[in-house]
């Protein structure tokens, strides 16, 4: 009895069996090891695998069945889907109050690469009447538009009454992206700094509300998101050429970023600067920021819609920020 208890003390350990399998197999047949690093990528690939957006929140509360399978799902997580299934029912009041009014709205949406522009544009049309939302990202001009008028080829997709455009990149490509990569000579830039805020000055006198969106990243979160677009087959179309001289011409973005800001910032048509290191945040951010804006009816509190101010700054802020470091760009957010 005694050697039966000894034996019965000792429970098999089934993880340990089969590491003592794969060790005694890979050592006499290569193919095994082929095999199990082949599982040990698919585990890792299941493993990195992420819940579409809005998944943990629409099943929250749905009741255990045996074809249902639970899983871990951050706090955060499930605040962010929360809060911005609240901003986007907000967003569709507004479209509604805009349609009926009548009113013109018109949002830019500029910032450095992978600075989250694209995201942000899709969590607000996400649910919006596409009949009057229009979302505007212009290719490299043609050999025709090199030889019109600068702003000619935005101009045509202003909105009509009732309708909301949303431009992903818009005529400020002239004041960085052009001038940096050599695209545009110092003359053409200079002509437009100088000739941007008559334009904008008009569009807002004419009725149109103008929203200008500086998305600002730093310089390792845009790294680190450059390295996910290569290894992620969905984002292979996020990455260019123009991209990945990014980081390399890291600093003169950022001069000609304050040379921008300094010469556009106005009183009628502000810019808004949007840290977006922490994506979510920066989206519910920014649809708040617009929805504080637009006095619709039925608009939730003003508690609901208070903005965050380390995510959210206004352009005089970030010239103050970039006056004091410019020499440092080590200590700027981006």
């Known amino acids: 009895m005694a050697k039966v208890n000894k034996k019965k003390s000792k429970p098999k350990d089934p993880k340990a069996k089969k590491t003592v399998t794969i060790a005694a197999k890979s050592k006499g047949v290569p193919k095994a090891k082929n095999k199990i690093q082949d599982k040990d990528r698919t585990k890792l690939k299941k493993a990195k695998k992420k819940l579409s957006e809005h998944t943990a929140f629409k099943n929250k509360a749905k ?60 969590r607000i049309t996400e649910h919006l009447n596409p009949r009057g939302t229009r979302v505007v990202a212009l290719l490299s001009p043609s050999d025709n538009e090199r030889t019109q008028w600068y702003f000619q080829r935005y101009i045509q997709h202003f909105p009509s009454a009732g309708q909301i455009v949303l431009f992903d990149r818009s005529w400020y490509n002239r004041a960085m992206v052009e001038p940096v990569m050599g695209f545009c000579s110092d003359e053409q830039n200079k002509r437009f700094l100088k000739d941007v805020p008559f334009l904008e000055e008009m569009i807002v006198k004419d009725g149109i509300k103008l929203f200008k969106f500086f998305f600002s990243v730093s310089k390792d979160e845009q790294l680190r998101r450059f390295d996910s677009r290569e290894t992620d087959p969905l984002k292979h179309f996020k990455i260019s050429p123009v991209d990945r001289m990014a980081q390399d011409l ?58 965050n101010p380390n995510i959210l700054i206004t352009g005089i802020e970030e010239i103050r920020l970039l006056e004091q470091n410019l020499l440092k760009p080590k200590e700027l957010p981006g």
């Open 250 to 307: 890291w600093d003169d973005y950022t001069v000609r970023k304050f040379q921008m800001l300094n010469e556009t910032n106005r009183t009628l048509a502000p810019w808004t600067i949007i840290r977006s290191d922490n994506k979510k945040l920066a989206r519910l951010n920014c649809i708040k920021h617009i929805l504080s804006q637009i006095n619709y009816e039925d608009r939730i509190s003003k508690k609901e819609l208070k903005i």
């Open 63 to 122: 009741p255990k069945k045996p074809s249902r399978k639970a899983v871990w799902v951050k706090k955060f997580t499930l605040a962010y889907e929360e809060e911005l299934h609240k901003l986007q029912i907000e967003l569709l009041k507004m479209q509604k109050h805009v349609k009926n009014k009548g009113m013109r709205i018109m949002a830019l949406f500029e910032g450095r690469d992978a600075a989250g522009k694209g995201g942000t544009i899709k």
